[in-house]
């Protein structure tokens, strides 16, 4: 399974012949990504680990949480352009992970890593941190993609780059709510009886509202409100031990740091 390396360095490949006819002068001889290289994430959305223009060789790595509790598969699907729907880009590339270890949702942590070699041939390995299991995927033949389909798919992502602003914000709002919700509902079931009346049957009528809105794509303006209602009532009910995927999610994750590589968190759904 794979596509030709011309493909991820078609970019850098005509400059180069341009050089050596003698077409180009005073450029750096150097391979680079034509497009942006990433893999599907919660909410239908592409997640961006090598972004386009990269010089090659080149590796990053990205840390991605489960979507659902006791999740023990996800679906790695490698992507390759600059729109923000999966859809809209091209699927290079699929594979399962598989036998991550039950845990609530979020704390189960999977590396994604991106590796293109000098000649082009990417390798993707997704590997669960917790059992160091890993699965991964060779991309190194296909069809062609020459510089035209490139600035074909270049100019496409220009012109909808503002509803594809649109889309980013609303599935980022999405995922945020779900996951405030998400962290509500496991605070009061943490607490038990001990949660105070009055503000479990407000959680609970919240969580309802916030499970309807993402369930109905709700707008940012519809959602915002109830994300930041949630996120007062979390802080305001009696601190537990850390989990249930707090700062794990995305749409409203931090980012982390590493040794070699850019990390981030966001979320994996399960097929």
């Known amino acids: 399974m794979g596509v030709n390396p ?11 012949a341009g050089v050596l006819k003698g077409e180009v002068s005073d450029v750096l001889l150097l391979d680079v990504t034509p497009l942006s290289l990433g893999v599907e994430t919660q909410g239908g959305v592409m997640t961006k680990i090598i972004e386009r223009n990269t010089t090659i060789p080149a590796r ?4 991605f949480s489960t979507a659902e509790d006791n999740q023990s598969a996800v679906d ?3 992507l390759q352009g600059e729109r923000e729907r999966a ?6 590339g699929r594979f399962r992970l598989e036998d991550i270890r039950p845990a609530p949702r979020g704390e189960a942590q ?3 890593t991106f590796d293109i070699d000098a000649n082009g041939i990417l390798n993707v390995t997704a590997r669960d941190k917790d059992t160091g299991k890993e699965q991964s995927i060779t991309i190194s033949e296909q069809g062609n993609l020459d510089q035209s389909e490139v600035e074909r798919m ?3 992502a220009e ?8 889309l980013r914000k609303a599935v980022d709002a999405r995922n945020a709510l779900d996951s405030v919700a998400y962290q509500v509902e496991r605070r009061l079931a943490e607490l038990g009886d001990s949660a105070p009346p009055h503000d479990k049957a407000r959680a609970e009528m919240l969580i309802a509202d916030a499970r309807k809105a993402v369930k109905d794509g709700a707008s940012p303006s519809e959602i915002e409100p109830l994300t930041s209602e949630l996120q007062q009532l979390l802080y305001g009910l009696a601190p537990v031990q850390a989990g249930g995927g707090d700062g794990h999610q995305a749409g409203g994750a931090e980012a982390a740091s590493s040794d070699d590589d850019d990390v981030i968190d966001a979320e994996f759904d399960r097929s």
């Open 60 to 63: 990053r790595s990205e840390v």
């Open 87 to 92: 859809a809209d880009n091209r699927v290079l």
């Open 76 to 78: 790695v699907v490698v």
């Open 6 to 16: 011309d493909e991820v360095v078609a970019l850098g490949a005509a400059v180069q």
């Open 159 to 166: 012109r909808n780059r503002g509803e594809d602003e649109e």
């Open 154 to 156: 270049l100019a496409e």
């Open 110 to 112: 999977v590396e994604v």
